[in-house]
């Protein structure tokens, strides 16, 4: 972050301070482990060093704070991008208006970019917003993560158990064929 903030706009940054472990990625990150989901922290060779990667289940977990990733967020040349009417966490600073829309639009910008980058690498992305994490959601919104993993579980097994059987399948006929050549050969 090269920006160079005014006292005010530290303090609005100080207010919404962004950490590696925020509290709604710890709430997140506690309950898989209750579940015996076991994941890698910030991996640094997938884009935009994702919060939460579950390898098994080839699933990456963005959680994101209300404020800087601009749940809700719309402005004249940025239509809104996350629907979502019930989000009170995110609000424009009242005071520089225009370098905070600036600032939250390329933040939107980037992690859009992520997410076209992730899914494109064939990984599922999982978005948890903040707000969907207050004591009232919470439950819902996390069995709704794990309700979503254990599909993710069923149907790569069911493509593992699919490839298997072709292979499988492929096998049998290169012994037939084998089998076949060497009658010819007697
Ligand atoms: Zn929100």
Not at 49 to 75: A, E, M, Q
Not at 103 to 116: A, G, L, V, W
Request: net charge neutral; proline share 4%; glycine share 6%.
């Amino acid at each position: 972050m090269t920006d160079i903030f005014t006292p005010e706009q530290r303090h609005v940054v100080m207010s919404h301070i962004r950490s590696k472990d925020t509290r709604p990625e710890m709430l997140v990150r506690r309950f898989l482990h209750r579940h015996g989901v076991r994941y890698s922290l910030h991996v640094k060779y997938l884009p935009g060093r994702p919060d939460i990667v579950l390898r098994k289940y080839h699933t990456v977990i963005l959680v994101n704070g209300c404020f800087w990733h601009g749940h809700g967020f719309s402005s004249k040349d940025f239509p809104l991008q996350h629907e979502n009417p019930h989000c009170n966490l995110f609000r424009l600073p009242r005071s520089h208006t225009d370098f905070w829309e600036k600032k939250i639009e390329r933040n939107i910008s980037r992690d859009e970019k992520q997410h076209k980058e992730l899914t494109a690498m064939g990984w599922n992305v999982f978005t948890i917003w903040e707000c969907q994490l207050r004591p009232a959601e919470r439950e819902n919104t996390l069995m709704g993560l794990l309700r979503t993993l254990n599909l993710i579980l069923m149907k790569n097994l069911g493509v593992r158990m699919g490839y298997n059987a072709e292979e499988e399948e492929e096998g049998m006929m290169r012994a037939a064929e084998n089998s076949f050549s060497e009658e010819n050969e007697e």
